[in-house]
């Protein structure tokens, strides 16, 4: 599932370049979805995330539901090696190096959600790995580090192009038929992970 706008493209910066009130509150929008799917992912160990905004009206929530949902799909094939990249990026917590990880899992250009959610997986793995190492300030870097990648290199763009983050909640993954068959696309078409000595994720669909 492609989009109008690859990872490679040449995209608008809303975090560099707050010129309307609109891009104001993409970004509010798009923070406040990565903040609270990690919290969510991590619920039974309350207080790792905190809360910046006193709710999320309903719409939102069904969108995170979603997306957890689709994650909790994709854990048990691709968790453990999200894990160990989780383990190697807290040793610098770079945005350089995070940038690498990020760019592997849409190495070959194609944006979809199940990709979209293991870069959010990515996050909730750095948070539990960065709170049992006694770095808990990297849990707020990480976030802002995914949410600057998915401006930056097209994702909200195409996120845009397939009508919104509610809109998708509401209309492209609302209900468990089209969660099934969205498991069984990705099922046949995997997404290997492979870390590289580049210190990368890789992602590369199988035909």
């Avoid at 493209?9 to 370049?17: I, K, R, S, V």
């Avoid at 190697?88 to 770079?94: E, F």
């Avoid at 793995?125 to 995914?146: T, Y």
């Avoid at 210190?199 to 199988?206: A, E, P």
Wanted: proline share 1%; aromatic share 10%; net charge neutral.
């Amino acid at each position: 599932m492609s989009g109008d706008c690859s990872v490679s493209g040449q995209c608008d910066d809303p975090m560099n370049t707050h010129q309307a009130d609109g891009d104001d509150l993409k970004t509010m929008e798009t923070e406040t979805i990565v903040e609270e799917f990690v919290r969510l992912k991590l619920k039974q160990s309350a207080g790792i995330v905190q809360r910046r905004r006193t709710s999320t009206d309903m719409e939102t929530q069904a969108l995170i539901g979603r997306l957890i949902e689709i994650s909790n799909e994709l854990e048990a094939q691709y968790g453990e090696r999200l894990n160990q990249d989780a383990e190697m990026w807290i040793k610098s917590a770079t945005y350089e190096k995070f940038l690498q990880i990020a760019k592997g899992v849409f190495s070959d250009g194609i944006i979809n959600w199940s990709r979209i959610v293991v870069l959010f997986m990515f996050a909730v793995k750095v948070v539990v790995n960065a709170i049992s190492k006694g770095f808990s300030g990297l849990a707020g870097d990480v976030i802002k580090f995914v949410v600057k990648f998915v401006f930056i290199h097209g994702i909200y763009k195409w996120v845009e192009s397939h009508g919104g983050w509610v809109i998708s909640a509401l209309y492209r993954l609302c209900t468990s038929n089209l969660l099934r068959s969205l498991s069984k696309l990705i099922i046949q078409r995997p997404i290997d992970f492979v870390l590289t000595d580049k210190f990368s994720l890789c992602c590369l669909n199988k035909s």
